[in-house]
């Protein structure tokens, strides 16, 4: 409770649910995303008796306007207890197929805007000595899927990137992990939500609640990895 939590991504998706649901434990909620969407999230927190939710519309990919949603949260409300790197994008094609425009956008996105956002907050977290920093994965990042091997390579990065973090900034009582879901009924690369073959597969008040779960946990207490995926769903997929 009374936590400062930032969440990227979070127009739609499983980034909204967990602004909801960080919300309802307490938090205030700084919410993210490239599009005009974004004011929705923070309209519907609004709406449902959280007032101090915003929004920023911004690009995690660019330095500058990940600096100036640091800048507006601090701003806001003195503080960041909690980042959520959820933004994340996917081009599910053959390698063949893939431009080379497609694969550095979701790098951009999925790489880069989890490092900025991470290296925006430090400065902050490393101030109060304490802070949680959790990056939406995934499942992929323990196998490889044919047709997604640019979104493969992002999560991989990522995790990479977050169990070095993690070591670096133990000393400073930063707690860094990653949440890496399997299929969840999501917009993801331009699919619908709810969708009848989808029925099987997580909804995003699961992965919501992991993040909440993970976020909340006591000080002494460090989750590094949270792998959650459909009972349904075959290995490989
Ligand atoms: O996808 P979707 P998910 N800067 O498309 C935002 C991972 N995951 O909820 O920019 C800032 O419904 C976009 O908002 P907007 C996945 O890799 C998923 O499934 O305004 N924000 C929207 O809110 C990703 O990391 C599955 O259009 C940007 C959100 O991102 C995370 O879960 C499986 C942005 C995407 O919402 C959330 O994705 C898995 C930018 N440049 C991992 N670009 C799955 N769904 O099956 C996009 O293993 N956004």
Redesign the pocket.
């Known amino acids: 409770t009374d936590q400062i939590a930032i969440v990227?991504?979070?127009?739609?998706?499983?980034?909204?649910e967990t602004a909801i649901q960080l919300a309802k434990e307490g938090a205030k909620l700084v919410v993210?995303?490239?599009?005009k969407?974004?004011f929705k999230t923070a309209d519907h927190l609004k709406e449902i008796g959280y007032p101090d939710a915003f929004a920023v519309q911004?690009?995690?990919?660019s330095e500058e306007e990940v600096n100036r949603v640091i800048e507006e949260a601090k701003n806001a409300f003195g503080k960041i207890d909690i980042l959520v790197n959820?933004?994340?994008?996917?081009f599910f094609k053959s390698v063949e197929d893939t431009s080379a425009d497609e694969w550095k956008k979701v790098f951009?996105?999925?790489v880069q805007?989890v490092f900025l956002c991470a290296k925006a907050v430090l400065p902050t977290m490393k101030d109060q000595k304490f802070g949680t920093i959790i990056t939406?994965?995934?499942?992929?990042a323990r196998y490889t899927i044919p047709n997604g091997a640019a979104?493969t390579a992002t999560?991989y990065a990522v995790q990479g990137f977050s169990g070095a973090l993690a070591q670096e900034v133990r000393e400073h009582g930063i707690r860094v992990g990653t949440i890496?879901?399997?299929?969840?009924?999501?917009?993801?690369?331009g699919s619908q939500q709810g969708l009848p073959e989808k029925q099987d597969?997580?909804k995003?008040q699961d992965?919501a609640k992991a993040v909440v779960y993970m976020a909340s946990a006591p000080k002494h207490m460090m989750i590094d990895e949270m792998i959650i995926h459909p009972f349904a769903q075959d290995y490989p997929i």
């Open positions: 990227t991504g979070a127009s739609r998706g499983i980034g909204r993210v995303g490239s599009s969407e974004i911004a690009d995690v990919s959820n933004a994340g994008i996917g951009d996105v999925n805007g939406i994965s995934s499942d992929v979104y999560k890496n879901p399997g299929m969840v009924d999501t917009y993801l690369a597969w997580l995003v992965i």
